[in-house]
């Protein structure tokens, strides 16, 4: 199923996605400890220019052990305590995801993205299921691996953050308060993001018909004949 197909199928009555559309909420998937603490460290700059920004965070290993330091880092920085998805009957401002299979849905319940996997060795997770919603995409300084995210940052669609060493939390906190200054520029960059998702939608379509035309023209018999 592409990630087209994935967002096609949630319902935009879901109430999670409608408390997340309800502010400027970012959506921070597939997160690993460095990312965390970019991401982690802008929310609290934010909160203090836009005390109504909302966080969703969704750790790549939800392991209790994990989830335990991720709530002692907000404590540390005098965020709201983050209320856990499987507690979550009225979210605060910061909700932590314990449970794995539904970043791709949970996408849409914010303004705009933060994919994990750009700090480390890890590599670059998805950048293509927020864009396939419409959002704006942020991840750190490592993305070479993904073709997808060259696309998104040539487009317009994308920011990449610099080292933690060269300030990527700040760098993050200006992005964030941009796109919630300025909700016009946040939507456009969305756009784009998902135009780029769509055009290489078509050309995976593209590549299918000719495969398929290649495989019913094609003279197999003539192919697996023993040469002479």
């Known amino acids: 199923v592409s990630v087209v197909e994935t967002v ?3 319902s935009p ?5 409608a408390w997340g559309r309800g502010a400027p ?3 921070a998937g597939s997160t ?3 990312d965390e603490a970019v991401v982690l460290e802008a929310f609290a700059a934010v909160r203090r220019r836009h005390p109504d920004a909302r966080l969703v ?9 994990h989830l335990d330091r991720v709530a002692a880092a907000a404590a540390r920085l005098d965020l709201p305590a983050p209320v856990r998805l499987s507690q979550a009957d009225a979210p605060g401002p910061f909700l932590l995801v314990d449970r794995v299979g539904v970043l791709a849905r949970l996408y849409g319940g ?3 993205a933060y994919v994990g996997g750009g700090f480390g060795r890890a590599g670059l997770h998805s950048v293509l299921e927020p864009a396939a919603w419409g959002l704006p995409v942020v991840f750190g300084p490592w993305w070479s691996n993904s073709r997808e995210a060259g696309l998104l940052l040539e487009a317009g669609a994308a920011v990449s953050l610099p080292p933690r060493s060269h300030g990527a ?4 906190t200006q992005t964030w308060n941009k796109w919630c200054d300025d909700e016009a520029e946040g939507r456009m960059a969305g756009r784009k993001a998902l135009d780029v998702v769509r055009a290489g939608t078509g ?5 299918a018909r000719l495969v398929e035309q290649l495989v019913l023209t094609t003279d197999w018999r003539r192919l697996a004949a023993p040469r002479r």
């Open 57 to 65: 965070l969704v750790p790549h290993e939800p392991t209790p052990r």
């Open 110 to 112: 914010g303004r705009m």
């Open 203 to 207: 050309a995976a379509d593209r590549n």
């Open 169 to 172: 939390g700040r760098a993050l």
């Open 8 to 10: 096609a199928r949630v």
């Open 25 to 27: 909420t970012m959506g």
């Open 13 to 17: 009555d879901v109430p999670l996605l």
């Open 32 to 34: 690993w400890l460095p």
